[in-house]
Every structure is written in structure tokens, then in C-alpha cells.
């Protein structure tokens, strides 16, 4: 029998409907999942709970060494080939994909150009300092004393991860946590660095100290360069001050040794991750020889 018009418009009313009802879980369970992400508690570890850019989630995924909860991308992106990896190792590790569109996509991403991709994930463990020690590896532990720019502190830990650095040192007070911006800029390191913090830097060096591993601070008034430090083949701590400020008066008593990068320029200091990177592969130079 024939439907009137009206049983018709109806039906298409319900179609409509149900369409809508299939499609809408997906993006709504995407949002719920979220919102329990960002609910987790801020201070258990470091940070490192959100992680945005293509790079810094195919690390995520790749290194597989702390949950993830989800990974959210724009819809409509162009193909590209770490996309479809992110999206394979997500699959292989069986973390939810949502694709949203971009105003929602801009309402969770945090950093300035999170490439498309943002994922949640558990924060990093709030390791010890004899974890850092316990890798089986001759320690060479990059200890920063209150760096307080996102972007320097990502910088700084790539270049970490790069030079072959075992572990890093970060206090819990006055200085930057893991957030967005700087898991972005280290480009997955985060995720393969060791990374402890302790209440005070000159307590953690105290602690490094009697544990039998040399400390070095990196300060611009050093009389002795960089190239001329003698234990870089040694277990070793290096030592950064903060933007400005550079090392704290106690940090700086607690070190064994202070070095300096030469300044040939008329310009009277570098910047701490470029001051970073210098001394990182000094001192991967000299332990490799």
C-alpha cells in the first residue's frame, strides 16, 4: 500500500534521525574521553598528559611505554605518510581515533600549530633520582635549574635525547612542567628520556654528588671552557641555569666544576638551548673518544 505524503515526510524525519543517532556516539564518546583526560590529576608526574604535533604523537605511539587514551585529528587533512602511521600505530595499540571538525579540533589543541593531531594520554612517571641512575648506562644527566619557556625546554630536551643524555633533572617548583608546548617542540624525546624532578636543585646535586657523579654548571663568568672539562668521559650532571638568571648561588656552590662556552661575539650570551646544545655534544664528543 502506498504511503501518503505525510507518512512519507515522516519517515524521512526518522531516517534523518537515525542517521544523526549512528553518527553523533563517535564524535560524542571522542569528547567524553577527553574531558576525562584533562580531569586527570594535574600534579601526578611531570606533565606530559597532552601531546600535540605529528611527530611528538607518532613518538607517543611508537615508543608505547605509557598509555594513551586517545588520539583526536582534524578532519579533512591531506594524506600524508606519518598521518597514516599515526593512525596504523594507534589501530596496532588499539587507542580510539576520532576525526572532528576543525572549530572543536581548535577548542582542544593548546599550542600555536598543532599540525592536526593532538592525543591524551596518561602523564609521564614523577621518577627518582636513583632511577635515573639505574639505566645500566654511564650517567650523563642534564640538570635544569628553573628553565621557565615552554619552548626552551623542549629545545633543550631534544637535544638531549639527540646527545645521548641518560636522564634529566627538573624541580618542582618555579620552573615549566611537561605541557603541550613542550612535549610539541622536543618531538617525541620526551618519551624516551628518563625524567625525574626533585623539591631543589642543590638538593638533587647533594644527592648526585654522593652517588658519585661529577657536577658541572654551565655559567658565563667560568674561567674554565667547556672543551677544557676534564670528566666529560666521567658519570656526570650537567648543569643549566635558568633564562636570565642563570645558575641559583647554591646550585652553583654544589657543582664541582663551573665551565664556560667562550663568547667570540659582541653579543654577551647565548641562549640557554643553544648553550644547551653546545655542551651536550662537548660532551658526547669526549665520551665517545
Known amino acids: 500500500m502506498a504511503k501518503n505524503p505525510k507518512q512519507q ?8 534521525r537515525n542517521n544523526h543517532q549512528r553518527h553523533k556516539p563517535k564524535y560524542a564518546k571522542g569528547k567524553q574521553i577527553h574531558e576525562r583526560s584533562i580531569r586527570t590529576n594535574p600534579n601526578k608526574g611531570v606533565g606530559g598528559e597532552v601531546v600535540e604535533g605529528r ?45 572532528v571538525p576543525r572549530s572543536k579540533f581548535d577548542s582542544l589543541a593548546v599550542t600555536e600549530s598543532p599540525q592536526g593531531v593532538v592525543s591524551f594520554a596518561e602523564p609521564l612517571p614523577n621518577l627518582e633520582i636513583d632511577d635515573l641512575l639505574s639505566s645500566g648506562r654511564k650517567p650523563f644527566i642534564l640538570v635544569m635549574d628553573g628553565i621557565l619557556d615552554p619552548r626552551n625546554l623542549g629545545a633543550m630536551l631534544r637535544t638531549a635525547e639527540c646527545a645521548g643524555v641518560t636522564g634529566v633533572l627538573l624541580p618542582k617548583h618555579r620552573a615549566t612542567r611537561i605541557t603541550p608546548a613542550v612535549a610539541k617542540t622536543a618531538q617525541g624525546a620526551i618519551e624516551h628520556l628518563p625524567i625525574a624532578s626533585v623539591s631543589g636543585i642543590p638538593k638533587g646535586l647533594k644527592i648526585l654528588k654522593e652517588k658519585g657523579v661529577w657536577t658541572v654548571g654551565l655559567d658565563s663568568n667560568a674561567s674554565t671552557e667547556i ?27 654544589r657543582c664541582d666544576l663551573i665551565a ?10 647565548l641562549n640557554v638551548s643553544a648553550a644547551a646544545a653546545i655542551a651536550c655534544f662537548e660532551i658526547a664528543k669526549k665520551r665517545r673518544g
Open 260 to 269: 664556560k662556552i667562550p663568547i667570540l661575539g659582541s653579543i654577551e650570551s
Open 55 to 99: 611527530q611528538a604523537v607518532r613518538e607517543l605511539l611508537l615508543a608505547g611505554k605509557r598509555r594513551v587514551r586517545e588520539v583526536i585529528l582534524v578532519a579533512g587533512l591531506d594524506p600524508a605518510p606519518i598521518l597514516a602511521q599515526i593512525k596504523d600505530l594507534a589501530v596496532e595499540r588499539r587507542v580510539p581515533v576520532y576525526e
Open 227 to 253: 672543551y677544557e672539562v676534564e670528566v666529560a668521559d666521567e658519570p656526570l650532571a650537567l648543569v643549566l641555569g635558568s633564562e636570565g638568571q642563570g645558575l641559583g648561588r647554591l646550585s652553583r656552590e
Open 9 to 16: 515526510k515522516n519517515q524521512r524525519n526518522r531516517n534523518a
